[in-house]
């Protein structure tokens, strides 16, 4: 199947600083990626679709300007928590779709965990 | 708006059981649904379902889905600790978003 790396799998940073988290697709073109949070024992929640080459379309309730997210090339996506507070720690997984062509199966990275002391 | 309801939310039964976990959705412009587990990390793809009726099975693990109906069943056979995980039932409509349901915790004890 097809290999979605994500980076880093764990980043503990203090309240107030702003943290990237780095999305690739290894052996396919994505021409969409998805970002996930996950809180302990909840499911996974879409915060954003990512499309290569134009904005990101944010989740109700997920604050854009807050969760930064670049989708520059058809093989990586970032996301970037600005001026992240102790309630942005999660997990926070992407995926990557191959493209319209499928019926949706999507390829998710192994995910970071963020803790913001 | 997309939903995807699991139950049971959770379950704990003894190694060689056979447990079925149900999932129901509802959906605009059904495209699929997809069956993930997931350990400590990131979710890994089991099965992804278009076709009624269509058992799709893996070792130990089938599963089939009724579009009429709406829902779809995930069935473990001769269940192992090895089992133990989260199971997320995921649909996707348009554009491959895809939602998730709350899973089901299954724990199963030697």
């Known amino acids: 199947g097809a290999v979605v790396s994500q980076h880093p799998s764990w980043v503990i940073c203090k309240s107030g600083t702003s943290v990237k988290i780095e999305c690739r697709s290894l052996d396919f073109q994505a021409t969409t990626m998805f970002w996930y949070r996950q809180f302990p024992k909840q499911s996974l929640m879409l915060m954003a679709t990512s499309n290569e080459g134009s904005k990101a379309t944010y989740e109700q309730g997920v604050e854009k300007d807050k969760f930064l997210i670049n989708h520059a090339s058809l093989t990586l996506s970032t996301l970037t928590v600005t001026s992240a507070h102790p309630e942005d720690s999660s997990f926070y997984i992407c995926?990557?779709?191959?493209?319209?062509?499928?019926?949706?199966?999507?390829?998710f990275g192994e995910g970071s965990r963020l803790t913001v002391l | 708006e997309d939903k995807v309801v699991q139950s049971p939310l959770s379950l704990v039964v003894h190694e060689g059981d056979t447990v079925t976990l149900n999932c129901s959705y509802e959906v605009t412009n059904f495209r699929s649904l997809l069956w993930y587990k997931q350990e400590k990390k990131a979710p890994t793809f089991l099965f992804m379902l278009t076709s009624s009726g269509i058992e799709k099975k893996s070792g130990r693990l089938s599963s089939i889905l009724d579009k009429k109906e709406l829902f779809s069943i995930l069935n473990i056979t001769a269940t192992q600790t090895g089992d133990s995980a989260v199971y997320l039932c995921?649909?996707?409509?348009?554009?491959?978003?895809?939602?998730f349901g709350t899973g089901t915790r299954l724990q199963v004890t030697l």
């Open positions: 995926s990557a779709s191959r493209g319209l062509r499928n019926t949706g199966e999507l390829f």
């Open positions: 995921a649909i996707t409509g348009t554009a491959s978003k895809l939602t």
